[in-house]
């Protein structure tokens, strides 16, 4: 087989995955039938292809402007399960919704997933944006899927608005730097930065650099750039929130990554310039993040919220790239695990959401959980694990991926940073623990609602979600192990 076609296997086979499923939705209007079927063409395709290359090692050819290395690869397992959840969820929920027939969800989603596969492994700005724009696009037909409700329309037009000026910023952004360095390659990009040789001098360049960034912290959804997630994931179908929320963030982390990696690393004024926005713009976004959030009434706002306040934890490590040079492999592996982590311990909180939710409702009250662990044990305990492990407590994942964030922070001598960042998991605390103590004790006089009736498919990706989030907590090497070495090609 050829090298460009092998090199190119993961986006290619989502892509030939996402039209096979467009393709059945056009004859099988039993969302049953497509679900199920669009699962195994995603891990027949998506995962096939993926852990082909991975046995090889992953694979690098430079004129295909995307990078098969096994960085790229590690983020392309996590989109394939993200598809894979969204893909499991859709069946249960649509048919709640009354909506079962929609079976093009499927093709839209693995379509998503091909462009953040394409995100995060582009080694130049055009596949850069190209991976964004195809993510971005159908995140936007995605979020006003519930075409009957107005919430979903207006997560929708929301979501495309400020999604075009994010892109406007990006592509502007991208014009100045290619006029400043001459390349779009990030290869070619590296050469001219380590030169220091730029052709319409410093000022330009640096206007790039932070409008390319502007149009990566919109994605990351860090404050102030995240006045869509609120309103788009509430709005959206749960399955599609739960995506968005995991999926785009993960993919925005690895083309971060990447980006600077390959590139910004190179100059030691971008490289100070992007640990001094990271580190502000994360700290900022976890302390007014948790403030927001600590006011949140409904589950999915506050899941929206808890989603932005990581996301300002990622942002610190991606920050600490440039500011701690020899822990960065250190601090690329704390990375790799914190979006595994964060992958299980949100979906699986989404999943239980969308479990609870009303057909007639896109979103709950957070009293709609009142008494939910007396009346489903099952669904209650796993819904305080999720919590538990997103706030960060022992034996879960959500801990080891913050205390390797904060312990590599530690290790570099960046005390200050570590200890702010601490400081907001602890006003964190307080939000999580609203939805635990709702669970387990309701107000006095009110009854609790009927248990949820959840079908075989939630509660499959329920259980996997949870099992692997102890199962991480515990015995991190399934992932560490993985992410151990891995670089760019």
Not at 210 to 237: C, E, M, N, R, T
Not at 399 to 410: A, H, P, Q, R, W
Not at 414 to 419: E, G, K, L, T, V
Not at 426 to 451: H, M, N, Q, R, S
Request: aromatic letters at 14%; charged letters at 10%; proline letters at 4%.
């Amino acid at each position: 087989m050829n090298d460009l076609v092998i090199g190119t296997l993961p986006v290619a086979a989502m892509g030939l995955a996402a039209l096979l499923m467009l393709l059945i939705s056009a004859f099988v209007k039993e969302g049953r039938a497509a679900g199920y079927a669009s699962l195994f063409i995603t891990a027949l395709l998506g995962g096939g292809s993926v852990a082909y290359l991975w046995d090889r090692n992953g694979l690098v050819v430079p004129g295909a402007f995307i990078s098969c290395d096994k960085l790229a690869l590690f983020f392309d397992g996590l989109f394939v399960l993200a598809a894979i959840f969204c893909m499991a969820l859709a069946p249960d929920y649509f048919e709640k919704k009354q909506k079962s027939g929609r079976t093009e969800i499927y093709g839209l989603v693995a379509l998503s997933a091909a462009g953040m596969m394409a995100l995060s492994s582009a080694t130049n700005l055009i596949v850069f944006y190209l991976g964004l724009e195809l993510m971005s696009v159908c995140f936007y037909v995605l979020a006003g899927f519930l075409r009957e409700h107005e919430n979903s329309v207006e997560a929708a037009l929301k979501y495309f608005i400020l999604g075009a000026f994010s892109s406007a910023f990006l592509l502007t952004g991208a014009a100045f730097l290619y006029g400043s360095l001459g390349s779009l390659d990030y290869a070619g990009m590296a050469i001219k930065l380590s030169g220091n040789v730029f052709t319409f001098g410093q000022p330009m360049l640096l206007l790039g650099f932070f409008l390319l960034l502007v149009g990566l912290l919109f994605k990351l959804s860090l404050i102030p750039f995240h006045f869509w997630a609120p309103d788009v994931y509430q709005g959206a179908p749960t399955p599609v929130s739960g995506l968005m929320a995991v999926g785009g963030k993960t993919a925005a982390v690895g083309a971060a990554m990447r980006l600077f990696l390959s590139a910004f690393s190179q100059s030691s004024l971008l490289s100070q310039k992007w640990a001094l926005v990271f580190a502000f713009v994360g700290l900022l976004t976890i302390f007014a993040g948790s403030m927001i959030a600590l006011t949140q009434r409904h589950i999915k706002r506050l899941l929206a919220y808890s989603s932005i306040v990581h996301a300002g934890f990622l942002a610190l490590g991606l920050g600490a790239l440039g500011l701690v040079a020899p822990m960065g492999q250190k601090m690329t592996e704390a990375l790799l695990f914190y979006v595994a982590a964060y992958l299980f311990m949100n979906y699986g909180a989404f999943a239980i959401a969308g479990a609870v939710e009303r057909a007639e409702n896109q979103d709950e009250p957070v009293r709609r959980f009142s008494g939910l662990g007396s009346v489903s044990p099952a669904l209650g305990a796993f819904f305080a694990l999720f919590m538990f492990s997103l706030l960060g407590l022992p034996l879960t994942a959500g801990f080891l991926g913050k205390f390797y964030i904060f312990g590599t922070l530690v290790s570099a001598h960046s005390y200050w940073i570590a200890s702010l960042g601490l400081l907001g998991t602890v006003i964190a605390t307080f939000y999580y623990l609203k939805v635990v103590v709702a669970l387990y004790f309701p107000p006095a006089g009110e009854d609790p609602a009927p248990a949820p009736k959840i079908g075989a498919m939630t509660w499959l990706v329920v259980l996997v979600a949870a099992a692997l989030t102890i199962y991480l907590g515990i015995f991190p090497g399934l992932v560490t192990s993985a992410a151990q070495g891995l670089t760019i090609g």
